[in-house]
């Protein structure tokens, strides 16, 4: 029997290969991450025109794209990485809508000269991010072009039955509380980018870790609204603000003295109290979950309390974001010029 891995006598690159061979893959990479999965709504998955799933909640869709260069780089990260982070992006827009995400569509440009190897590496990862995230590769697009670019699309639902947690919700007096440890994506960038390649912050920057389930943990809880946080946490809070009509005043004593980011500003040669509240406060592509819960309700665990929900003044218009009850400048990730500003 011949080993379909065993790739001694076959074409070693995308452009010796063909377009079947590369979506047998990935196909072969779902099916495998998949194993075990339980049963789904999936009526028609992989090899046909497009998938079909049986819906009886509200359904919701979300596409993010990461590209060569401007997300990643080929020099830092592996193909298992930036397979993994392109699924972990998306699918953490699902989760941020309070939703469970379910199946995830892939629209792939590779690079002809990608080795098999690294493609399949690359399939892999992605699936193994949508098996974590509680989901499942059901269909996708490949073609090549001059850098890779990874564009999952992902879908997702309500266990319970329930509606999506909107940008729009929050209210004055609401408790604004935040999951995980904001800044160290962006903390190992800077790491990567200065020739520290290993630790903790770096890995973070290569593939975020969302915590799915406390998604759908915020909106159970009663969120009256949640967002990722992707561009930094004030451009993402202010966001938030903006679209509720509200200000935010976050309390800077809540947030963790994370070791990690202080360990990177001495490594880099930075003042540590001014580059870590830089990096937790501008610091893109953690994912963590930003939600705000009615004043006096219960926080699910995995959310910290980082500040409270305020009315707008003359002085102060809807999303205007306090800091320690001073308005600051927002500042974080501009996607249109593709750098902090
Ligand atoms: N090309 C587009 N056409 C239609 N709607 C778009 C387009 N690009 C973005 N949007 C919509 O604009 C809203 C904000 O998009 P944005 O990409 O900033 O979301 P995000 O969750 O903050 O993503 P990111 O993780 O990229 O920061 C979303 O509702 C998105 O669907
Ligand atoms: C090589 C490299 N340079 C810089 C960054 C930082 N970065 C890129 S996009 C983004 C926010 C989301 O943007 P978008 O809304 O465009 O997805 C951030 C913080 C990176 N990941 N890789
Ligand atoms: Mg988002």
Redesign the pocket.
């Given at each position: 029997m011949t080993d379909p891995y065993d790739r001694s006598s076959g074409p070693e690159t995308i452009a010796e290969s063909t377009e079947a061979e590369i979506i047998q893959i990935f196909t072969a990479a779902a099916t495998r991450a998949a194993a075990g999965h339980p049963p789904t709504t999936l009526v028609v998955g992989n090899g046909d025109d497009a998938a079909v799933f049986a819906a009886s909640t509200d359904v919701v869709a979300?596409t993010?794209m990461i590209v060569e260069g401007t997300h990643f780089r080929r020099q830092w990260s592996t193909p298992a990485d930036i397979g993994a982070r392109a699924v972990a992006?998306a699918a953490s827009?699902i989760a941020?809508m309070g939703a469970q995400v379910r199946y995830i569509v892939i629209a792939l440009s590779l690079t002809t000269d990608m080795l098999l190897t690294d493609v399949e590496d690359l399939a892999t990862g992605a699936a193994t991010e949508a098996r974590r995230a509680g989901a499942r590769i059901v269909g996708g697009d490949v073609t090549t072009g001059p850098c890779i670019v990874l564009a999952p699309m992902a879908l997702g639902d309500f266990e319970d039955g329930g509606s999506a947690v909107l940008l729009s919700g929050a209210r004055p007096g609401d408790t604004l509380a935040l999951s995980g440890l904001p800044g160290r994506s962006a903390a190992g960038l800077e790491l990567i980018s200065s020739g520290h390649t290993d630790g903790i912050a770096q890995d973070l920057f290569r593939v975020p870790r969302p915590e799915y389930p406390l998604g759908p943990a915020a909106r159970r809880c009663g969120a009256t609204a949640l967002?990722?946080v992707?561009?930094g946490l004030l451009r993402?809070l202010s966001g938030l603000c903006r679209t509720s009509g509200v200000v935010a005043d976050l309390d800077r004593s809540t947030f963790v003295d994370d070791e990690v980011l202080r360990d990177a500003a001495v490594v880099l040669g930075k003042d540590p109290r001014s580059a870590v509240s830089e990096w937790q406060l501008t610091g893109g592509e953690d994912h963590g979950l930003l939600a705000s819960f009615p004043a006096g309700s219960d926080i699910p665990a995995g959310y910290a309390a980082c500040g409270v929900i305020r009315e707008p003044t003359r002085e102060h218009g809807p999303g205007t974001v306090l800091v320690d009850g001073e308005a600051r400048k927002i500042s974080g990730w501009d996607?249109a010029r593709g750098q902090q500003t």
């Amino acid at each position: 029997m011949t080993d379909p891995y065993d790739r001694s006598s076959g074409p070693e690159t995308i452009a010796e290969s063909t377009e079947a061979e590369i979506i047998q893959i990935f196909t072969a990479a779902a099916t495998r991450a998949a194993a075990g999965h339980p049963p789904t709504t999936l009526v028609v998955g992989n090899g046909d025109d497009a998938a079909v799933f049986a819906a009886s909640t509200d359904v919701v869709a979300s596409t993010d794209m990461i590209v060569e260069g401007t997300h990643f780089r080929r020099q830092w990260s592996t193909p298992a990485d930036i397979g993994a982070r392109a699924v972990a992006q998306a699918a953490s827009d699902i989760a941020a809508m309070g939703a469970q995400v379910r199946y995830i569509v892939i629209a792939l440009s590779l690079t002809t000269d990608m080795l098999l190897t690294d493609v399949e590496d690359l399939a892999t990862g992605a699936a193994t991010e949508a098996r974590r995230a509680g989901a499942r590769i059901v269909g996708g697009d490949v073609t090549t072009g001059p850098c890779i670019v990874l564009a999952p699309m992902a879908l997702g639902d309500f266990e319970d039955g329930g509606s999506a947690v909107l940008l729009s919700g929050a209210r004055p007096g609401d408790t604004l509380a935040l999951s995980g440890l904001p800044g160290r994506s962006a903390a190992g960038l800077e790491l990567i980018s200065s020739g520290h390649t290993d630790g903790i912050a770096q890995d973070l920057f290569r593939v975020p870790r969302p915590e799915y389930p406390l998604g759908p943990a915020a909106r159970r809880c009663g969120a009256t609204a949640l967002t990722d946080v992707t561009d930094g946490l004030l451009r993402d809070l202010s966001g938030l603000c903006r679209t509720s009509g509200v200000v935010a005043d976050l309390d800077r004593s809540t947030f963790v003295d994370d070791e990690v980011l202080r360990d990177a500003a001495v490594v880099l040669g930075k003042d540590p109290r001014s580059a870590v509240s830089e990096w937790q406060l501008t610091g893109g592509e953690d994912h963590g979950l930003l939600a705000s819960f009615p004043a006096g309700s219960d926080i699910p665990a995995g959310y910290a309390a980082c500040g409270v929900i305020r009315e707008p003044t003359r002085e102060h218009g809807p999303g205007t974001v306090l800091v320690d009850g001073e308005a600051r400048k927002i500042s974080g990730w501009d996607s249109a010029r593709g750098q902090q500003t």
